[in-house]
């Protein structure tokens, strides 16, 4: 839960920066508030999350020993885990801030479906690179390999 904290404390302090802030010059309230909700929330839902042979009913569903569960897992990771813990941090944060539910529920509603397809298509990139990082490793080796006689 620690290592949460302060992972979503550095990675905040990085968005800060990359949204043009000075590098010693951040909103430290606004790095506190995330580095909270990963230290008590991030860190304690994912060590159920990560250890499912604890939960009797995720074991009878899916054998984790077998060689398919990794792909859905990723898949599942990636697209639903992924959005409804992001829906989570959102509303902690701006709740941390005191806003209005309503102007929270409304900013959701807005953001929800662009995140959900940025997050899908880099996925796509990422395989798209895979492959080709594949193909050129597949192709050198091949290339080197001496003709057999």
């Not at 060590?47 to 984790?64: C, D, E, I, K, M």
């Not at 806003?99 to 959900?116: C, Q, R």
């Not at 895979?130 to 390999?145: K, V």
């Amino acid at each position: 839960m620690m290592i949460s904290g302060v992972v979503y404390s550095l990675g905040d302090w990085i968005a800060q920066c990359v949204e043009g802030k000075p590098l010693f010059d951040f909103d430290r309230t606004r790095m506190f508030r995330s580095g909270l909700v990963g230290f008590s929330l991030h860190g304690s839902l994912s060590h159920y999350y990560y250890q499912p042979h604890r939960f009797f009913a995720l074991r009878a569903l899916f054998p984790f020993e077998d060689w398919w569960v990794v792909p859905i897992k990723v898949v599942f990771d990636q697209t639903a885990r992924a959005a409804l813990w992001n829906s989570i941090y959102f509303v902690v944060l701006r709740l941390l801030r005191f806003e209005s539910l309503a102007s929270i529920s409304s900013e959701l509603k807005a953001t929800f479906l662009p995140m959900l397809c940025v997050r899908i298509f880099m996925w796509f990139r990422f395989l798209h690179l895979l492959i080709l990082l594949f193909t050129a490793n597949f192709l050198t080796i091949c290339s080197l390999r001496s003709p057999v006689t």
